[in-house]
Nanobody, 113 residues
């Protein structure tokens, strides 16, 4: 049974930091994060392959850092210099070696001005 379990969301002031985590199971190739703000479409935040290739949205480059622990099957997103525009539900994403995609339940990140 595939489960993606997110943690670490919360509320911070603008300029602050949060680190969110997602732990999965199975044979995963790509892990990462998408987010969806009210009234907006879901968008890619950052992904990382099992071989270390990363992909970031332009809006978070230089502020967010994705990392993963392949042994723990956990992906992290360190979010620094947070802006109110970063407020969204952040969804963990995993693409398995089978090429199946799975999503976590989402964790709320709220950045106040």
């Amino acid at each position: 049974q595939v489960q993606l379990v997110e943690s670490g969301g919360g509320k911070v002031q603008a300029g602050g930091s949060l680190r969110i985590s997602c732990t999965a199971s199975g044979s995963i190739f790509t892990m990462g994060w998408y987010r969806q703000a009210p009234g907006k479409q879901r968008e890619l935040v950052a992904t990382m392959t099992a071989t270390g290739n990363t992909n970031y949205a332009d809006s978070v480059k230089g502020r967010f850092t994705i990392s993963r622990d392949n042994t723990k099957k956990t992906v992290y997103l360190q979010m620094n210099s947070l802006k109110p525009e970063d407020t969204a539900v952040y969804y963990c994403y995993a693409r398995y070696l089978s090429q199946e995609d799975y999503w976590g339940q989402g964790t709320q990140v709220t950045v106040s001005s």
